[in-house]
């Protein structure tokens, strides 16, 4: 996360996105009306076809075990669910605070309590409480404890992945932990990418590969690498002896590189000539290279070492 107190990803609201393919939410903790009892619409909700969800004329939802005729759960909110087979707890809502219900069951599994709730992953979920995030079992015990702060972060985050999940301290800057709670990278960056062998993390606009013992791999990883041409016209005799002039793409030799975002000057030695502070860099000659900065209209001109034009 490469900006000024940045969060580990992008901030959104409870929308639906997607590290987990989510399957789609039935009603959400506000209130609705209906003229009648109807079903609910439960796909992905509920996995044992003796479940039944039914909407109440108030909007509210009942789950009902329609072999036994037992209502296992009585006015609630269906929130959103997990992904196909990811696991068999889901998060409902009841008087706007979530819990977790065993879609096999019917039964709440984790009475409502959190202010939010994440999927369970790996055996874990992340839930809210008092502004922070921490870690339950399927019981509800807490695993790792709420110290990890909520910055309006989407629903793909705080999910376990080969044993690993990204979250922030309380400076806003990320890290990698493992499912007891303990660092594998410190939260020393501002944005962090995990894969299954390594994190690929960024600081001021720097890119590295690290592994989950914190040794960095690479200590500079490139999104994209141009070669800088320019057009020049050249002169050509044809042959019926006439002088004729055509475009002609000229090498400079440099390159532009790109990481995280932003560009700088490189040559042909893999020496960097500027760091990445540019928008987009462009050839005018093979001395005089355009730098456009941040707000996209400003410019400077760099020389061919990469030295800004005074």
Same mark, same amino acid.
């Given at each position: 996360m490469k900006r000024s107190y940045k969060i580990c990803i992008a /901030?959104?609201?409870?929308?639906? %996105? +997607?590290?987990?393919? %989510?399957?789609?939410? =039935?009603?959400?903790?506000?209130?609705?009306?209906d003229d009648t009892d109807d079903w609910a619409i439960e796909e992905g909700l509920l996995r044992n076809d003796d479940l039944v969800a039914v909407k109440s004329s108030n909007g509210m939802v009942s789950i009902k075990n329609s072999a036994t005729g037992k209502v296992t759960i009585k006015d609630i909110k269906l929130d959103w669910t997990q992904e196909s087979g990811r696991d068999s707890l889901a998060v409902f809502c009841s008087e706007k605070k979530r819990g977790y219900y065993n879609m096999y069951t019917g039964e709440i599994a984790v009475p409502a309590q959190y202010r939010r !709730?994440? %999927?369970?992953?790996?055996?874990? !979920?992340? #839930?809210?409480?008092?502004?922070? $995030?921490?870690? /339950? @079992?399927?019981? +509800?015990? =807490? #695993? $790792?404890?709420?110290?990890?702060?909520?910055?309006?972060?989407?629903?793909?985050?705080? $999910?376990? @992945?080969?044993?690993?999940? #990204?979250v922030a301290d309380t400076l806003g800057k990320c890290g990698v932990? @493992?499912?007891?709670g303990n660092w594998l990278i410190k939260p020393d960056f501002d944005n962090v990418s995990v894969f299954k062998e390594y994190a690929i993390v960024s600081?001021?606009? /720097?890119?590295?590969? #690290? +592994?989950?013992d914190g040794t960095v791999i690479n200590s500079f990883v490139l999104d994209d690498i141009e070669r800088l041409t320019y057009?020049?016209? =050249?002169?050509?005799?044809?042959?019926? &002896?006439?002088?004729?002039?055509?475009?002609? @793409? $000229?090498?400079? &030799?440099?390159?532009?590189?790109? =990481?995280?975002?932003?560009?700088?000057?490189?040559?042909?030695s893999c020496e960097r000539l500027t760091e990445p502070l540019y928008q987009k860099i462009s050839a005018v000659d093979k001395n005089m290279f355009r730098a456009t900065l941040f707000d996209n209209y400003s410019e400077v001109i760099l020389n061919s070492k990469g030295e800004v034009m005074k």
């Open positions: /901030i959104a609201s409870w929308s639906l %996105i +997607g590290l987990a393919v %989510i399957t789609p939410f =039935v009603t959400n903790c506000t209130n609705e009306n !709730a994440w %999927i369970f992953s790996e055996g874990l !979920a992340a #839930v809210q409480k008092n502004g922070n $995030i921490g870690f /339950i @079992d399927h019981k +509800g015990n =807490v #695993v $790792i404890d709420f110290r990890f702060p909520y910055h309006g972060n989407p629903l793909s985050e705080f $999910i376990f @992945d080969n044993g690993r999940c #990204v932990i @493992d499912k007891k600081k001021a606009g /720097i890119r590295m590969q #690290v +592994g989950y057009t020049a016209q =050249v002169r050509y005799e044809n042959r019926d &002896g006439e002088l004729k002039f055509t475009d002609r @793409d $000229i090498d400079t &030799g440099l390159f532009s590189y790109r =990481v995280g975002g932003r560009c700088g000057l490189m040559n042909s």
